[in-house]
């Protein structure tokens, strides 16, 4: 039986498409094996969101080579898309695909194994005009299942490379979504993730007035569904009825991941992101008076070009007014071919590094606030494998939470009691499984 490695790079919606290449293999016939062994294929799923995503997809890609030299080495993803004359330049690589055309990966690893040649089917895809509705053959041994609903960016953030990398908006029709949804519950999965590039856009490009409430609404509508967790959304493209459903359905997580980016109005508008921080404070503090206990996550780019001392001090003292649950902060890179790359007034990289750190250190203080909240509390987790005694899951809300493994069986959901800070998130006992009697969060 041929062996098939992968890695993958970046966000979730790759991670969801090296599951879908995954399964393409297995139904050929192949094993999966882990990217660490000798395999006869590697798939290296590659990310160019910031610079350190393409170098680490080179190493990859080259550790990929080393391993076996007589492997075939394929290189998906946004870097693959976006600069595949740079992979091309790799000795070694067999195989080059981007972000669409992976349906046929199998086919094409298989016929340059052949010849042991190159083949490049990287095209334009700014003309890509469908969802690559790709059916989920095969669904690991996790218990949360991402599903992708939507492809591309038409937002153009300056910072931002992946409308380049994705191309126009696309969405998966509601009946693929349905019946994915049902496959995976089928599956024994517990929680579906529905995520997109920009998940808000859903059904833009659909006939009629299909929205992402439609979306959820097809994968609430499926029989056995335990958990529904929605990806990162636009902050402007939140709509009441969703946030209706939200409160209404609980079996709808309460969490929301709102990139916020930047805090500063200047900066948001150098930015090209179509809101006011006066916007996005009302909205935050909408949601968190309509639904209690909602975990509210963001996204914050420190060092744009142009951002002034005085303004990423305006940033620190808008956050710090803000009640996060968790924060993701990064520092702007430079990504080539985007308008902000070429603006004269780039911020050095021990000031942008300076500036990580201590907007770090703010969103730990925020985590550790929000967290404190929810000690003695009974809360619903959903647990992941067992790691050296431990168990580690998530609350509906977004909060880690770790246990004894010996008190728990994976993938099932717990009702626990929350007792102290531990690690990242909070330490549990467990009160008791599945048969949920009354829930928080
Ligand atoms: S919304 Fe902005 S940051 Fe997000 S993918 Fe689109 S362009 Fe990039």
Not at 22 to 29: A, I, M
Not at 216 to 243: H, M, N, P, T, W
Not at 274 to 295: N, V
């Amino acid at each position: 039986m041929p062996r098939v490695a992968f890695t993958t790079l970046g966000c979730k919606v790759n991670q969801f498409e090296t599951e879908v290449m995954e399964g393409l293999f297995k139904q050929r016939g192949y094993e999966i094996t882990s990217f660490d062994q000798v395999a006869d294929v590697y798939v290296i799923n590659t990310c160019s969101v910031t610079h350190l995503g393409e170098r680490k997809s080179r190493q990859l890609i080259r550790r990929g080579i080393r391993l076996n030299p007589e492997a075939i080495v394929a290189v998906s993803g946004c870097y693959a898309q976006v600069s595949p004359e740079e992979i091309e330049a790799i000795e070694g690589v067999n195989v080059i695909v981007g972000t669409q055309d992976r349906h046929r990966i199998v086919e094409l690893v298989e016929e340059v194994g052949q010849s042991k040649g190159i083949m490049n089917i990287v095209t334009n895809i700014m003309n890509a005009d469908h969802f690559e509705d790709i059916p989920l053959f095969d669904t690991p041994g996790r218990t949360r299942a991402f599903l992708k609903i939507q492809e591309g960016c038409t937002n153009f953030c300056t910072y931002c490379i992946i409308p380049y990398a994705r191309g126009p908006l696309r969405s998966r029709p509601l009946e693929s979504i349905r019946r994915e949804t049902e496959k995976l519950i089928a599956a024994g999965f517990k929680e579906i993730v529905l995520t997109g590039i920009h998940l808000g856009a859903y059904g833009r490009d659909l006939e009629g007035t299909i929205t992402l409430v439609d979306a959820v609404k097809a994968v609430l509508s499926a029989e056995g569904l335990v958990q529904l967790r929605l990806g990162s959304l636009e902050s402007i493209e939140i709509s009441d009825e969703l946030i209706e459903m939200i409160k209404q359905d609980e079996r709808l997580c309460p969490h929301l991941h709102l990139p916020l980016q930047a805090g500063d109005n200047q900066v948001l508008r150098m930015m090209n992101r179509h809101y006011t921080l006066a916007e996005y404070r009302e909205l935050i503090h909408s949601i968190q008076e309509k639904i209690k206990d909602i975990g509210i996550s963001t996204d914050i780019i420190v060092g744009f070009p142009g951002e002034t001392l005085e303004m990423f001090e305006n940033a620190l003292g808008f956050v710090e007014s803000m009640d996060f649950s968790r924060m993701h902060i990064f520092p702007y890179s430079r990504r080539s071919g985007t308008p902000a790359a070429k603006y004269v007034d780039q911020v050095p990289e021990d000031e942008k590094k300076r500036r990580v750190q201590m907007m770090q250190e703010l969103a730990e203080k925020k985590a550790v606030e929000f967290q404190k909240k929810f000690i003695t509390r009974q809360l619903t987790v959903l647990f992941e494998p067992e790691h050296d005694g431990l168990v580690e899951g998530l609350t509906g809300n977004y909060i880690r939470v770790y246990a004894n493994a010996k008190d728990v069986v994976q993938g099932k959901l717990y009702n626990v009691r929350m007792e102290k800070l531990y690690r990242d998130g909070l330490w549990g006992t467990i009160i008791d499984k599945d048969d949920l009697i009354q829930t928080e969060c």
